[in-house]
C-alpha cells in the first residue's frame, strides 16, 4: 500500500469514475485500475463496487477512504509547513470563497492580519458556490472556506461567524423604497431577481418562501448577491438578499423582511484542530471584525 494508491483511491471516490481520474492524472484507466486492485489485494476486501456509469465505494471502501483522507490531509499540511520552514518564509494561509466576500467580510481582517504577519502570503481562490469550497477543502488544496452555513457535510466542521438578515433590494424610485419592512407575503406579487440555483443562499430562501407560501416564477438569474442588488438599482427587478456589511449604493434601498429566518456565514474546515496557527489566527481575525 503506497501513498499513490491511497491518494488514486480518494480521488476514485470523490470523481465516481476510473476514467475521469484517468483524464486527470493523464494516466491510462489501467493504470488507475491497478492502484485500487492493489489495495483491495492487501486489505482482502473490495473497495469499489463497478457499475455502468461508474464506481462507489463499499462500506468497506467508505472506512478506507475516511481514514485515508484524514491521513492525507494531515500529512499534506505538514509537507506544506516543512517547505516553508525549508524555505525560511513566513507561510501561507489559503482561503476560498465567492467572488464578492472578500470585499464584503474580510477587507480590514486583511489589512489588520498583513500589519500584524507581514512575511505571510494569502492567497484567495474564487469558487462560485459553497459545494465548490467544500471540493476544495476535501482537495486538500485550501486551508479555510468563507461559505454559506448550511446542512453537515461529511468531513468538513462548519463555524457560523455571523447571521445577516434579510433584505429586499429595490432602486431609490421604486414604490416600495420608503417602507420600513416587508412582509413576506408581499413578495408573492413581485417580479424577483434569483439568487444562484447551486447556491447554499438560494435554497435557504426557497425553504423559506415555500414556508410562507412565496411562488417565484421566472425572473431574472444571477450569480451572486452584488449582481442581484446592482440589477435591482438598474430597475429590472427587486432581489432578496442578505444584509451584507458595507456602504449602500445612493440609487439603492434596501427594505428589511424581518419575518424570514436570518442567513448564516463562516468558516468551514477540513479539522480545527488540524489548522496551522498562521490560518487559524486569520480567521480569528475576521471573525473579530465581523462581530465589530
Partial sequence: MTLDDLRVFVAVCRAGSLSAVARDLS??????????????REVGVGLVERHPRGVVPTAAGRI???????????????????AELARGDGGSVRITTGGTTVRHFMSEAIVDFRRRSP??????RTESSSKSCFDAL???????????VG??????????????????AVGASDPLASRERIEPAELAGLQLIRLPGNSTSRAHLDASFREFGVRQDGGTGVADWDTAM????????????????????????????????????GWAV???TAL??????????VARYCAD
Fill in 27 to 40: 494516466c491510462t484507466q489501467s493504470a488507475v485500475s491497478q492502484h485500487v486492485k492493489r489495495l483491495e
Fill in 64 to 82: 478506507l477512504r475516511a481514514a485515508a483522507e484524514e491521513g492525507i490531509g494531515g500529512l499534506d499540511l505538514a509537507l506544506r509547513q516543512l
Fill in 119 to 124: 512575511g505571510v502570503g494569502l492567497e484567495f
Fill in 138 to 148: 476535501a482537495e486538500h488544496d485550501v486551508d479555510l472556506a468563507w461559505i454559506t
Fill in 151 to 168: 446542512a453537515p457535510v461529511r468531513g468538513i466542521e462548519q463555524r457560523p461567524v455571523v447571521e445577516l438578515p434579510w433584505v429586499l
Fill in 230 to 265: 446592482h440589477l435591482a438599482e438598474l430597475g429590472l427587478g427587486s432581489a432578496v438578499v442578505p444584509a451584507l456589511p458595507g456602504p449602500v449604493h445612493p440609487g439603492l434601498r434596501l427594505v428589511p423582511v424581518p419575518a424570514l429566518p436570518p442567513l448564516s456565514v
Fill in 270 to 272: 477540513r479539522r480545527w
Fill in 276 to 285: 496551522s496557527p498562521l490560518a487559524r489566527a486569520f480567521a480569528d481575525t
